[in-house]
């Protein structure tokens, strides 16, 4: 099941990113707080999405990944872009259908607000080569290598 996050649900994608950029090893890692603020207020302004999917049993509601994005215009021509911002799975969970609801969702989320591009991402440590062909299933071509360095 995929649900739209608030910003009074966005608490249940805190351990999930965590987890996230635990494995990642992203650079500045995870601030819940901040994460919290910012993306609570990109919900409340509309100018975000997160999506979570759940795995319901009984009473149990669990969630199994999450997928954020936030609008922008793109700077050189001025359309409405859909930028990809987090997408994560739980372990247990990957390989699943679960991520490809979310993914899909989301680009029916880019379409209802009349959204021009999307753009999705991948870190280079997890799965570049199998996230890569599935973008490429989809439709989107790969348009450039981003580099980051911590100062």
Known sequence: MIERLTPQTLHLCL???RLFFE???HPGGFVPDVFLKTFGGMLDSGQ????????????????????????APNPFN???MAIEMFWFMLPAYRGRSDALRLFSAFEDWAAEVNAKMISMIHLTQLQPKKL?????RW???????NYLKTL
């Open 48 to 71: 975000g999405i997160v999506l979570a999917s759940f795995d319901t049993q009984g009473d149990k509601k669990t969630i199994t990944g999450a997928l954020g994005g936030v609008l």
């Open 139 to 145: 439709g989107y071509s790969p348009i450039e290598v």
């Open 132 to 136: 890569g062909a599935l973008y490429e």
């Open 23 to 25: 494995e990642a090893r």
């Open 78 to 80: 001025g359309w409405l």
């Open 15 to 17: 351990e999930g990113g």
